[in-house]
């Protein structure tokens, strides 16, 4: 096996799961982990490594004189929506196009996610099953490494300064928060944190999230006539009263949804967690009314329940910032190029660290991993495509 490849299996299976409801900094502390093992790795191929006091990893690479740096960013959590503990990567050689069988009664077919037609004969990597991948984004992150060891092997290749940052928490929102752009000392960067080698995005979702906490009148249900106030079943009210297109598995392209991430209730009191998505900052406003809208509506049908809604902003669509630096683009076509890709530019529909840093100065558009159907126990890696990856990222940062 390639140490490439080998580098992004040890990766994910070190647990690195946030957590939205954690205060801490990172907000778990396993996924200092992963950012000590990337360290001492970086320290391996004799790249002086820094962890701050948040968990971000520093490091550069110094290149030709008189090119810009450019600065390669990947995330090292996994996301809230599957387990990310004990990941068993399977590996799949010469994918012949059938159910690939992931394990716990679990299985994975053309039918359900057609993207496997396009991996036949390719080497792929899966899940047992029980657990997500964690190849977002920790084959971003062996990609990132796997350039650095190039450039490190073959000093004669000139090539721009190249600057690292690894950060905790972008699953929760929080990548970003603490990233010292100075330390980081890009010109422009790239996030590799995407699926398929063209996907080349420069535009992200504005986006936000609301915290809805129900209060109810919990009564004992022999006497609960016109007196109980079950807060489960206000919550469902609250979901069934925001538009019912809007959730995500009725939207796509540039269109926003609302997604309830997660709830939690009993006749006391419910709690519900949605992000809201739009990539046009208008209509995100519009979206945020509506919550107001289900709020009083419930409290209207269900006198005596008490309704929080508390709607805080997360990140901005990054196209602002990136139409002002065509340069960045030139760089990312220069190297579509040369390994002979042709980008298909499409937006995120999602986050990505790099909307925050193009706000603190920092342009960073996102490049892809070759992994798919990312948070949950169907994703998988396509390691002919991760390799492909590798290569790009060495074709942008090279003269």
């Given at each position: 096996?390639?140490?490439?490849l ?14 939205d ?5 990172p ?55 599957c ?52 190849a977002?984004d ?7 490494m ?12 000139p ?10 928490d972008?699953?929760?929102?929080r ?8 330390k ?9 944190d ?14 936000a ?7 109810g009148v ?17 919550a469902f009210?609250?979901?069934?009263a ?16 609302n ?7 009993s ?35 269900f006198p ?9 902003n ?21 190297g ?60 942008i940062?090279s003269e």
């Amino acid at each position: 096996m390639d140490k490439t490849l080998q580098r992004f299996l040890d990766c994910v299976r070190i647990d690195t799961q946030s957590d939205d409801q954690s205060e801490s900094i990172p907000s778990t502390a396993k996924q200092l982990n992963l950012a000590k093992r990337l360290a001492e790795d970086l320290k391996n191929l004799g790249i002086a490594a820094e962890i701050d006091q948040f968990g971000i990893v520093y490091a550069s690479l110094p290149g030709k004189e008189g090119l810009d740096p450019i600065g390669l960013n990947s995330h090292m959590d996994t996301a809230l929506e599957c387990s990310g503990k004990d990941v068993k990567p399977q590996i799949i050689e010469n994918y012949d196009g059938g159910t690939i069988e992931l394990g716990n009664g679990y299985s994975m077919s053309p039918k359900d996610f057609s993207n496997l037609n396009k991996h036949i004969g390719h080497d792929l990597v899966v899940t047992s099953g029980d657990t997500l991948l964690g190849a977002d984004d920790k084959a971003g992150l062996a990609i990132i490494m796997a350039v650095l060891d190039h450039f490190v092997s073959h000093p004669e290749i000139p090539h721009h300064p190249i600057r690292v940052c690894f950060t905790p928490d972008e699953e929760i929102g929080r990548g970003p928060d603490h990233v010292d752009i100075k330390k980081f000392g890009a010109k422009f960067a790239f996030t590799v944190d995407g699926s398929s080698p063209e996907e080349f995005s420069y535009e992200t979702f504005n986006a936000a999230h609301a915290d809805v906490i129900i209060k109810g009148v919990s009564i004992h249900p022999g006497d609960a006539k016109g007196k109980l106030v079950n807060a489960s079943t206000v919550a469902f009210a609250f979901d069934r009263a925001l538009p019912e297109k809007q959730r995500p598995e009725f939207t796509c392209g540039r269109e926003g949804f609302n997604h309830l991430v997660g709830i939690v209730g009993s006749v006391d009191e419910a709690k519900m967690h949605y992000i809201i998505r739009n990539h046009d900052k208008n209509l995100l406003e519009s979206q945020k009314k509506d919550f107001e809208k289900a709020k009083a509506a419930v409290e209207k049908a269900f006198p005596g329940c008490k309704v929080e809604l508390k709607i805080e902003n997360d990140y901005r669509n990054m196209r602002e910032v990136i139409d002002q630096h065509p340069e960045v683009l030139e760089a990312a076509f220069k190297g579509y190029k040369r390994v002979g890709i042709e980008p298909k530019i499409d937006p995120i529909r999602g986050g990505t660290d790099g909307a925050g840093f193009s706000f603190m100065g920092c342009p960073c558009p996102n490049l892809g991993t070759g992994s798919y159907n990312h948070h949950g126990r169907f994703e998988y890696l396509d390691v002919n495509e991760f390799h492909q990856m590798i290569d790009l990222v060495i074709a942008i940062l090279s003269e």
